[in-house]
C-alpha cells in the first residue's frame, strides 16, 4: 500500500521544528508568501518566500473565516505554519491573546523556538508544560501561550486567571485527532466542548494529521474542513510478516523478530546509497526503528551493530553501539541527545528509539521500521503508526520515505485493513465523565442537570452516538461521594470537589484515597507514618499504581529499596507494581539519597525513580489539603510534609523531616517561575542561619520576589497552636491564624472520639469518649487554608460533670433534611423470598442502597457518638441505629435514606442500613446472607466482620457484596479494657513534622 504525494518539497527556512525547506516548483500551487500574508504579519513571517499548496490553500481562510477552522494534512506538509498565520491574526489583527496547544513537551518545546523570535518584535510568548510553573501575573502578560493540553487545563481551572481565558481571540490545537487517544483524549474532548458551549465564542483552528472521520469531527467542532492530501514528499509503506511461536518463551517471540527486522535493515542501508541520485550516494540512506520497550530498543540496536548486550552496562551497549554507526534514543537513555544529533548530521545511519521520537523531532530517515505492535503495555494505535511512518521522507532531507510494520503472518490482513482505512478519532469522555463534569462545576459551566446535559450535547460523545452515558446516574454519583451538592436543583462542587478539581486528580482516585486513609492504623512512629501514606497514596491513585515499568527488570531493586519498611505496609501493596515503585522512589529520595547517584543493576534506570518522585507530591497535596477542607487528624500533616521534601530532595543540604513547613514559607517568597533558580540558594542561606520552620523569619530575606505587605501576610499566616484549659467538654485554645481548621482526637483508656471546627475563637465542643479514668489524652492538629500546619498534645484532667453525648439529637436534626432515597427492592412473598432469589440480580439491586453516600456521613457519625476507632464505631452505629428505628414487618426493602426518615424498619433494612452508614464514614462495608436473611459485614483491621447481626449464628455467612468474603465471619467485638489511667497522646511523635510550631 502506499500514500504518493508530489515529490517536491514545501517551502519555508528549514529550522526549529519546521516541516518546510524554500523551493519554488512550477505548476504545483505554489505563491509567493507576500500576496497571502498582508503587509502587517509580514514581518513575524519573513522567513518564508514561499507558501506551499496546502498553505495557499488554508491561509487565506484563517485569515478571513470568523468561524472555527480545521485543517487536515498529512505529516510533513507545513501546517505549522497555518498556526503560526491563525496566532498572528488573533495578537495583532485583532488585539486577543491566543494559545497552541499541542500534545507532548517535545512538540511545546519546538513551536515555542519557533515563536520565539517574535519576542523582539513585541510579541510576549510563554512556554507551559509540565516542566514549568508559572505565576499568574506571568501569565497574563503574555500574548501567546505554547502549552501542552493538561498545563492549559490545570491553568484553566485558576480562579486567578479566569477573567484572562474568557478574553482569548484564538485556540490553535495540533494534533487535534487525538481527542481519540486513551490518555489524554478526554480532556482535551472536554476542553473542545467547553470554548464551544461558551457565549463569548474563543475561535478554534484545529490542526490534524490524516483521519479518516475529518468530516465528522470538523462537524462536531462546527469548524470548515480545509482537507489536503499533498505532502513534500512520497511515502510508501508495506507490511512485513513474520512467523510468530505459537508458544514458547518471551526470548522465542523476540527472536522470531530480530531473524526478519535485522536483515531488512542491513539491506536497507546498504542499498539505500547506490539507487538514487549521486548526493544520496554519498550521504547514504537513514533509518530509524521504533521500539515498544526500552529493552527492545537496546536489543535491536546491539543486533543492528553486530555487539553484545547481555550482562553489560548500558552505557557499555550505547557507546559500542555509535562506534558501529548506530544510535540509542529514549528518555534516559545515555548519550541520546549525542544519538540524535549525530543521525541528523548524518554521522550514523541507524537510529533505534521508542515511540517518544515519533511526534515533533525531525529527523533525516528515508526508512521507518516499526517493530513492535505495542508500546509498553498499551497495544499501537493506527493513529501512532501513522506518526511513526511520518518521519519517513522528511521535507529537506529525503525525497521519499518508506515504512515498513513488522506484524505476525496470521495478522497481516487485519492490519492491512487497519492501515488501509486509516485512524478514526473515537469520542474518550465516557470513561471520564464523572471527571469532566465536576471540572465544569468547579469553572461554573455547569450549575444545573439542564447545564450538564447542554455541556454534554456539545462534546464528541454526543456527536458520535456511540458512547452510551448515564448523565444523571453520573451527577447522582458525584453528589453522593461528597464532591458536589445539589440544593433546590441547584450543583455545585463541594470543598471535597474543589479540591480535586483544581488538582486534576481523577475522582475514581481521589474516592480510593479517602477509603483507604479511613482505613489506616494509627501509626506509632515518624517512619511508620511516612510509610503508612506513602503506601496508601501510591496504591490508591490509578496514575501511580498502574505506573508502566517492567516489573521483571525492577522487582529485585525495588525490593532492596524497600527493605527496611513494615512488611505489613509493604505487603498492602503487594498486587501494585507501580505503586511499589513509587514507594521504592521517595525511599531513593528521602532517605538514601546517595544511592540516587550510584550505578544501578543491569536493566534498572534510576532516572525512572526520579520520575516517579516528581509524580507522587501532587496526590500528597490533595491529602495535606484534607486537613482544611475536612475532620483530618494526622494524614494531611505528614502528606505536607512529605510533598514538599519530595519536591525538593535535591537541594542542599538534604531537607530533613520536618523541614516542609520552612520549604512552604520559602515557596512563598518566589514566583513559580523562579524557584527552580532560587529555592536553592534561598534554603542554603535560611539554613545556615539556622532556621528549621518558618517561626523566627521576621524580616523579607533579600532576592525575594514578595512584597513586604505580602510578606507581613505571610507571616501572619503560619500555623501556631497551643491549647488552653478544658472546662467541663469545651476545649479553649490559641491559634495564630484566622483562617484554619482545628481537629481534635479526645482518648480515654478504651475509647475516642474527633471533633472539629474552623472557629479560631469559641472553644471547641469534644465528644466524651468511652471508658473509664479519670484523665483525657488530646492530639490537636491545627491546618491552615494556606497550608501550613500544627500539633498539640496534652493530657487534661476529665470533668466530673462531663457525660457522654445523646447520638440522637445530632442525628434526629440530620435526618430531618435528608432527601428521599433510590428505589428499593420488593418481592412478591416478601424479604425472605428477595434474598432467596437469583444472587446476581440481588447484587445489582442491592449495590446502590449501599454504596458511600457523603449526605448519610454525618448522620452515621453523629450515631457513632463521634467515636474515632473502627471497632468501637461499628459497634457505637449498630447500638444507636436500633435505638432509633422501631421495629417492623415490611415486605418491600426500602432505601437507607427512607428507613431514617420513616423512624422504623424491619430486620433486613436495619442490616442494609446499617452497610450504608458504615461504608459513608468511608469503611469496607457489604451484605452477607445467613439463614437467609441479611447481614451487614465490615473490614475492620483487614478482616471482614459482622458488623451487627441478630438472626445469624456467629461465624456462618454466604457472600453477596462483595463476592468473596470468607465463609466464616466473626461478630465486631469491644476492645479488650486496658488498665485504668493509660491514656496518653497517639501521636506524640508529630512534632518531627511540625518543627517549630507551637
Given at each position: 500500500m502506499s500514500v504518493a504525494g508530489a515529490p517536491a518539497r514545501s517551502a519555508g527556512e528549514l529550522d526549529a521544528g519546521e516541516d518546510v525547506e524554500r523551493e519554488n516548483v512550477a505548476g504545483e500551487g505554489w505563491v509567493p508568501a507576500a500576496t497571502l500574508i498582508p503587509p502587517s504579519l509580514r514581518q513575524y513571517m519573513a522567513r518564508f518566500e514561499q507558501l506551499n499548496p496546502l498553505q495557499a490553500q488554508a491561509v487565506p481562510k484563517v485569515l478571513a473565516t470568523h468561524g472555527h477552522i480545521m485543517v487536515v494534512a498529512p505529516t510533513s506538509s507545513g501546517k505549522t505554519l497555518i498556526g503560526e498565520i491563525a496566532a498572528l491574526r488573533s495578537i495583532v489583527t485583532e488585539g486577543k491573546p491566543a494559545v497552541w496547544l499541542l500534545p507532548a513537551r517535545a512538540l511545546a518545546a519546538e513551536i515555542a523556538a519557533i515563536t520565539r523570535r517574535w519576542r523582539a518584535l513585541g510579541i510576549a510568548t510563554i512556554e507551559l508544560t509540565g516542566e514549568t510553573n508559572m505565576s499568574s501575573e506571568a501569565v497574563r502578560q503574555a500574548q501567546l501561550w505554547v502549552a501542552t493540553t493538561e498545563k492549559f487545563e490545570a491553568l484553566y481551572r485558576r480562579a486567578s486567571l479566569k477573567e484572562f481565558i474568557d478574553r482569548i481571540g484564538c485556540l490553535i490545537i495540533d494534533e487535534v485527532h487525538l481527542v481519540g487517544d486513551a490518555t489524554r483524549g478526554a480532556t482535551l474532548e472536554s476542553l473542545i466542548a467547553r470554548v464551544r458551549a461558551a457565549a463569548a465564542r474563543t475561535r478554534i483552528v484545529a490542526l490534524s494529521a490524516t483521519v479518516s472521520n475529518a468530516r465528522e469531527l470538523a462537524a462536531w467542532i462546527d469548524a470548515e474542513l480545509v482537507r489536503s492530501s499533498w505532502r513534500p514528499t512520497s511515502l510508501t509503506t508495506e507490511l512485513v510478516p513474520f512467523d510468530a511461536p505459537a508458544r514458547g518463551t518471551r526470548e522465542a517471540a523476540e527472536s522470531a523478530k530480530d531473524a526478519v527486522l535485522l536483515p531488512l535493515l542491513r539491506g536497507l542501508v546498504s542499498s539505500g546509497a547506490d539507487a538514487e541520485s549521486p548526493h544520496d550516494a554519498e550521504r547514504g540512506a537513514s533509518a530509524v526503528v521504533f521500539c515498544g520497550s526500552k529493552a527492545a530498543v537496546v536489543r535491536t540496536a546491539a543486533g543492528a551493530a553486530g555487539v553484545p548486550f547481555r550482562g553489560l552496562a548500558l552505557e557499555t551497549v550505547v557507546e559500542s553501539c555509535f562506534r558501529r554507526g548506530v544510535g540509542i534514543h529514549f528518555r534516559d537513555a545515555p548519550g541520546a541527545a549525542r544519538a540524535l544529533e549525530a543521525f541528523r548530521a548524518r554521522r550514523l545511519r541507524v537510529l533505534v528509539a521508542t515511540s517518544g521520537l515519533s511526534t515533533g523531532v525531525n529527523t533525516p530517515a528515508k526508512f521507518v521500521i516499526?517493530?513492535?505492535?505495542?508500546?509498553?503495555?498499551?497495544?499501537?494505535?493506527?493513529?501512532?503508526?501513522?506518526?511513526?511512518?511520518?518521519?519517513?521522507?522528511?521535507?529537506?532531507?529525503?525525497?521519499?520515505?518508506?515504512?515498513?510494520?513488522?506484524?505476525?503472518?496470521?495478522?497481516?490482513?487485519?492490519?492491512?485493513?487497519?492501515?488501509?482505512?486509516?485512524?478514526e478519532a473515537r469520542s474518550r469522555v465516557g470513561a471520564r465523565l464523572g471527571d469532566a463534569i465536576l471540572a465544569e462545576m468547579f469553572l461554573g459551566s455547569i450549575t444545573d442537570r439542564a447545564g450538564a446535559r447542554a455541556w454534554f450535547e456539545q462534546t464528541l460523545a454526543f456527536a458520535q452516538r456511540r458512547t452510551a452515558v448515564d448523565l444523571e446516574a453520573t451527577v447522582?454519583?458525584?453528589?453522593?461521594?461528597?464532591?458536589?451538592?445539589?440544593?433546590?436543583?441547584?450543583?455545585?462542587v463541594t470543598e471535597l470537589g474543589a479540591l480535586t478539581s483544581r488538582l486534576m486528580l481523577d475522582v475514581a482516585s481521589a474516592g480510593e484515597m479517602l477509603r483507604t486513609l479511613a482505613e489506616l492504623p494509627h501509626p506509632t512512629s515518624a517512619n511508620e507514618a511516612e510509610e503508612l501514606l506513602l503506601q496508601a497514596v501510591a496504591v490508591s491513585a490509578r496514575g501511580l499504581r498502574e505506573r508502566p515499568v517492567n516489573e521483571r527488570a525492577y522487582a529485585g531493586f525495588v525490593d532492596q529499596l524497600l527493605a527496611g519498611w513494615s512488611p505489613l505496609v509493604v505487603a498492602r501493596a503487594s498486587e501494585w507494581f507501580g505503586a511499589r515503585v513509587c514507594m521504592a522512589a521517595a525511599q531513593l529520595a528521602l532517605r538514601m539519597p546517595d544511592r540516587a547517584h550510584e550505578q544501578p543493576p543491569l536493566g534498572v534506570s534510576m532516572a525512572e525513580f526520579g520520575r516517579a518522585a516528581e509524580d507522587v507530591p501532587r496526590y500528597l497535596a490533595w491529602v495535606a489539603a484534607l486537613g482544611y477542607v475536612d475532620a483530618s487528624a494526622w494524614a494531611p500533616a505528614v502528606a505536607g510534609d512529605l510533598a514538599r521534601r519530595l519536591t525538593w530532595w535535591q537541594l542542599t543540604p538534604r531537607p530533613e523531616r520536618g523541614s516542609g513547613r520552612l520549604l512552604w514559607m520559602l515557596e512563598r517568597m518566589v514566583e513559580p517561575q523562579h524557584q527552580r533558580a532560587r529555592m536553592p540558594d534561598l534554603w542554603r542561606r535560611a539554613r545556615m542561619a539556622g532556621f528549621a520552620a518558618p517561626e523566627g523569619i521576621d524580616a523579607r530575606p533579600r532576592g525575594v520576589d514578595i512584597t513586604p505587605q505580602a510578606f507581613t501576610e505571610l507571616v501572619g499566616a503560619r500555623a501556631g497552636l497551643t491549647l488552653g484549659p478544658l472546662v467541663d467538654l469545651d476545649l479553649h485554645f490559641g491559634a495564630a491564624v484566622s483562617h484554619a481548621r482545628v481537629t481534635v482526637v479526645a482518648r480515654t483508656d478504651t475509647g475516642q472520639t474527633i471533633a472539629t471546627s474552623r472557629s479560631m475563637r469559641a472553644p471547641l465542643s469534644l465528644a466524651r469518649p468511652s471508658g473509664r479514668g479519670e484523665r483525657l489524652a488530646l492530639d490537636a492538629f491545627l491546618y491552615t487554608r494556606d497550608g501550613d500546619f500544627a500539633y498539640a498534645g496534652a493530657m487534661a484532667a476529665l470533668p466530673e460533670r462531663a457525660v457522654r453525648a445523646d447520638p440522637f439529637d445530632d442525628a434526629s436534626a440530620l435526618i430531618e433534611a435528608l432527601p428521599a432515597g433510590p428505589t428499593g427492592l420488593a418481592h412478591p412473598r416478601g424479604v425472605r423470598r428477595l434474598f432467596q432469589g437469583e444472587r446476581r440480580r440481588l447484587r445489582h439491586g442491592l449495590g446502590p442502597l449501599i454504596e458511600r453516600d457523603a449526605r448519610l456521613a454525618p448522620i452515621a457519625a453523629a450515631l457513632a457518638g463521634h467515636d474515632a476507632t473502627p471497632a468501637a464505631t461499628v459497634l457505637a452505629v449498630t447500638r444507636s441505629l436500633r435505638a432509633l428505628l422501631r421495629h417492623a414487618d415490611r415486605a418491600e426493602l426500602r432505601s437507607p435514606r427512607d428507613v431514617l426518615r420513616s423512624g422504623e424498619a424491619s430486620e433486613a433494612e436495619v442490616q442494609i442500613a446499617l452497610a450504608a452508614l458504615l461504608a459513608s464514614l468511608e469503611m469496607d462495608a457489604g451484605v452477607a446472607i445467613s439463614e437467609g436473611?441479611?447481614?451487614?459485614?465490615?473490614?475492620?483491621?483487614?478482616?471482614?466482620?459482622?458488623?451487627?447481626?441478630?438472626?445469624?449464628?456467629?461465624?456462618?455467612?454466604?457472600?453477596?457484596?462483595?463476592?468473596?468474603?470468607?465463609?466464616?465471619?466473626?461478630p465486631v467485638a469491644a476492645a479488650e479494657t486496658p488498665a485504668v489511667g493509660s491514656a496518653a497522646p497517639q501521636f506524640a511523635w508529630m512534632p518531627e513534622f511540625t518543627a517549630g510550631a507551637s
Open positions: 516499526i517493530r513492535d505492535l505495542a508500546l509498553g503495555m498499551t497495544p499501537l494505535e493506527v493513529s501512532q503508526a501513522q506518526q511513526m511512518f511520518g518521519r519517513a521522507g522528511r521535507a529537506g532531507h529525503e525525497a521519499e520515505g518508506f515504512g515498513y510494520l513488522l506484524v505476525p503472518r496470521d495478522e497481516h490482513d487485519v492490519w492491512a485493513a487497519k492501515l488501509g482505512q486509516g485512524y447522582d454519583e458525584l453528589v453522593r461521594r461528597g464532591f458536589a451538592s445539589e440544593t433546590d436543583g441547584v450543583l455545585a436473611h441479611p447481614v451487614a459485614v465490615v473490614r475492620v483491621n483487614e478482616r471482614w466482620m459482622l458488623a451487627g447481626p441478630r438472626h445469624a449464628r456467629p461465624g456462618v455467612a454466604e457472600a453477596l457484596l462483595p463476592e468473596s468474603l470468607p465463609r466464616r465471619i466473626e
